[in-house]
Structure formats: C-alpha cells, structure tokens
C-alpha cells in the first residue's frame, strides 16, 4: 500500500481517476502534473471548472451542453430546424460539427438502450425526439455507433418514429463497426452523411 498523499490530494487522485480513460495511476500522474504546474495548470483548471460548472447546462430543446437556453445551435436560423441528427452524446455532435458537413439541428440521447446495463427508452431523451419529430420535422438522421447498443437503438427509434411522418435516415457504414463518431476524421463523417439511406 503506497502511502498516503494526505486527504485533499487524495480526494483530487480519487475524482480524476473517475475520468473516463484515467485510471488510479494515470489520475496519480495527473494530479502530480497540476501540482507542479500550479498557475499554468492548476488554477487555470479550478478557475474553468468552476465557471463550467455554474454556467453550463443541457440544451431543453436538443440536451447539449451550452451557456444559453436554447443553445447557440437550436437558436441558429440560418439551420434547418426540420432536420435532425440523433447523436449519443454531445461528443458525436462535436465531430459533426467539426466535419461542416451537417446544416440541421441535433437531438443528443443522452446514451444508448442496454439490456445489459438496464438503460431503458425512459432513461433517455426519447420521448423528447418522438415530440419533436411530430412538431414539423421532415428528417430525422440516426447517427448512433455501428455497436449493437447502436443499432438497437436505432432500430427502436425508427420504429417509434415510423407513422408520424418523418423519413428517418442512418449514416453510411463508412462509420467503422464499432467505432465512436468522434474518433473519426471529417472526411469520414462528410461520406457518412451524404451517403445516409433509410433507417
Ligand atoms: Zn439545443
């Protein structure tokens, strides 16, 4: 057993390796990190994620996270607001967005449905698409990961929407099985999207 770093050390070790990505000793390594870099890092992270955490919240429209209500997204015009991209979490979103390729508005999930892990359609941000989808929406794109959770969900979605009008469409497999949108490059999403068929 390593001896302790004292309580509050401790307690930072413990929340960094929480981190998706981090483990006990990448988060030790982290934390070493902001305290030898104390105005570069450490108060510079504190500062951000104390303002992060009073300014940021979900989107009530799509469940992105933003500083305003409806986010800059969902309050764009210049977008089409009949359009919408179904992502699992804002990260997918921020690779779209990255790509350039994609001029609609987005629904965030807010995760999958998992039989394993008992993630039901009521845990997620379902009930909110099926409202939008019947309030003038003309196409709701389904860009969920190529994994089974993905396309489980994707097919239940498309069942829910099926009836109320909407053409509901899925991303081309260029997307990797497997694979997380926001690990892929522009160029892949770009093919994705243009190359998107019915759900
Ligand atoms: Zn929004």
Sequence with gaps: MAASAGPEIERLIGLLSKLPGLGPRSARRAALALLKR????LEP????????AAKVRSCSVCGAPDTRDPCA????DARDGALICVVEEAGALWAM???GAFRGRYHVLGGLLSALDGVGPEALRVAELVQR?????????????ATVDGQTTAHYLAERLAGSGVEVTSLARGVPVGGDLDWLDDGTIVQALRARRPA
């Design 38 to 41: 104390r105005e570069q890092l």
């Design 97 to 99: 967005e990255r790509s």
């Design 73 to 76: 997204i969902c309050s764009d």
């Design 45 to 52: 992270l504190a500062a951000s994620l104390a303002e992060t």
């Design 133 to 145: 989808a019947g309030a003038g929406t003309r196409e709701v794109v389904l860009a969920l990961p």
